[in-house]
């Protein structure tokens, strides 16, 4: 075989996988020829050649005295537009609901794509300026946070404090001592789950309080995870007396109870619900929160109120990551502190409910006839139920191609089901970009709908 056409091939699959991977992306320009060659230990004529084959598929393209640059992608190139083609470049991986939740997370991240999908607010609608102020007043002030005692001090107190004194209003608030600060709600539930499960343990879900009641009778359940305010992707609310009957009978059969509280301050009501952990009485719940819906989910900072499971979550906690960003802790404590946080929570708990509302009547306006929703009274998710027979993985696959990605309804089951429903992410103010993308999702959803087949 000519060994010099492998080279040149070689590099063009090298080049062009970069360009898959997106490491290299369209505008980008490629390392020179001779740098090429010389890094490569290829001779200046094979790097050519392999250019002008990239070129020739369209891949790059040369511009005078200036070298070669990635070209934009037609759709049907673009990987994560066109799933066909990518499974022609990529490895095959089995298709499951984490390889397709990281589709939905990526499409998030691309400004051509309306942001229906991640639940996430806009950066418009968080303090930022305030964070970034406070930022260079603690960076400045606090050197010492910079230490090294990252696997001793998990915890800034002056933080602790505040997610203490935030829960004074509560049934029951936090103690001091039970709280475990955490890199986001995630690694918070992660900690849990790791501490009170094993693998093999079979989640539960459905939080019907009688339903669970029959399933404690009928197997070991190790653990019971759940959102009780503004659950997503539901919205729904359990109500107080149901908070404490489910606290109660979890504490009679030690089932440990983890709650994930992270939409609790986002209510539309005039109070702020009361988490399952405010009626505990023998620390059987852990509670874990983030600031990821409230001020901003780069921050990744959260904690898990641990009850008597607190001296083994600490454990979890320093042996996975040791502590959480001190000058983050530091900033955000700040933060909390000043009376800036109460007015924002009360801006942005009116900004979600009308953005909620408006999805909801575009929603309702322009989705075929039979089309279900919830009724959120907090967060700012929305459940939509399309008439039977619409698979929202079907339509997903259209609504991509056009920018308008969003959460199919089965990758909330873990057994296939909700495959007629999808959630969208209200977390944005509301525009004629929205409407129109709704007004579009409603004439693709009648598409691909069987009677239209
Ligand atoms: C119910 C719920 N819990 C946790 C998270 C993740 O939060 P964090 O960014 O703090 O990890 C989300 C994000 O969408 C969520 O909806």
């Known amino acids: 075989m000519d060994q010099r056409a492998l080279r040149y091939e070689q590099l063009a699959d090298e080049l062009a996988g970069m360009i898959a991977g997106r490491i290299l ?7 020179s020829v001779r740098r090429l060659a010389h890094e490569k230990k290829l001779s200046i004529s094979t790097v050519v050649q392999a250019l002008r084959q990239l070129e020739e598929r369209g891949q790059v393209e040369a511009r005078p005295q200036s070298g070669f640059f990635v070209r ?6 673009d990987p994560q537009l066109a799933p066909q083609t990518r499974k022609r470049m990529a490895r095959p991986v089995a298709v499951d609901i984490n390889n397709r939740l990281m589709r939905v997370l990526a499409l998030n991240n691309r400004t051509e794509m309306l942001p229906l999908g991640a639940a996430l607010p806009a950066a418009e609608l968080l303090p930022i300026a305030n964070l970034q102020r406070l930022y260079g007043i603690v960076g400045r002030r606090s050197g010492a946070l910079l230490d090294a005692a990252s696997h001793t001090a998990l915890n800034h107190p002056d933080l602790v404090r505040q997610f203490v004194r935030h829960s004074l209003a509560w049934g029951q608030p936090l103690a001091a001592d039970e709280i475990v600060v955490a890199n986001s709600c995630t690694e918070a539930l992660s900690l849990c789950l790791r501490t009170v499960t094993r693998p093999g343990d079979i989640p539960r879900d459905g939080m019907s309080v009688d339903a669970l009641e029959i399933a404690t009778c009928e197997r070991r359940i190790a653990a019971c995870l759940l959102v009780s305010n503004f659950n997503n992707p539901l919205g729904s609310l359990i109500p107080d007396h149901e908070k404490k009957r489910l606290t109660e009978l979890m504490a009679a059969r030690k089932i440990p109870v983890i709650e994930d509280d992270i939409f609790g301050n986002l209510h539309f009501g005039p109070d702020r619900p009361w988490p399952v952990k405010s009626f505990d009485t023998t620390g059987n719940v852990m509670l874990c ?17 641990a009850g ?3 001296a083994e979550i600490l454990m979890q906690k320093t042996l996975t990551s040791g502590a959480t960003n001190p000058v983050t802790q530091a900033v955000v404590a700040r933060y909390l502190e000043s009376t800036a946080y109460d007015r924002h929570l009360r801006g942005l708990r009116r900004a979600y409910e009308k953005q909620v509302m408006q999805m909801s009547e575009a929603v309702l306006r322009y989705f075929p006839a039979g089309t279900r929703l919830s009724q959120p009274q907090g967060g700012f998710v929305l459940w939509v139920e399309l008439p039977a027979g619409i698979d929202s993985a079907a339509l997903f696959d259209e609504a991509v191609k056009v920018g308008i990605p969003f959460v199919p309804g089965d990758l909330f089951s873990a057994s296939g089901h909700y495959r007629n429903c999808l959630r969208l992410n209200c977390g944005n103010p509301w525009s004629a970009r929205f409407e129109e993308a709704i007004q579009r999702l409603g004439s693709l959803a009648a598409m691909v709908a069987p009677s239209a087949k």
């Open 308 to 310: 008597r499971f607190h």
């Open 289 to 305: 929160s983030s600031l990821s819906k409230t001020l901003s989910p780069a921050l990744r900072l959260g904690y898990v109120a």
């Open 25 to 31: 992306r369209p505008g980008d320009r490629l390392p």
């Open 72 to 77: 934009l992608p037609s759709p049907s190139q």
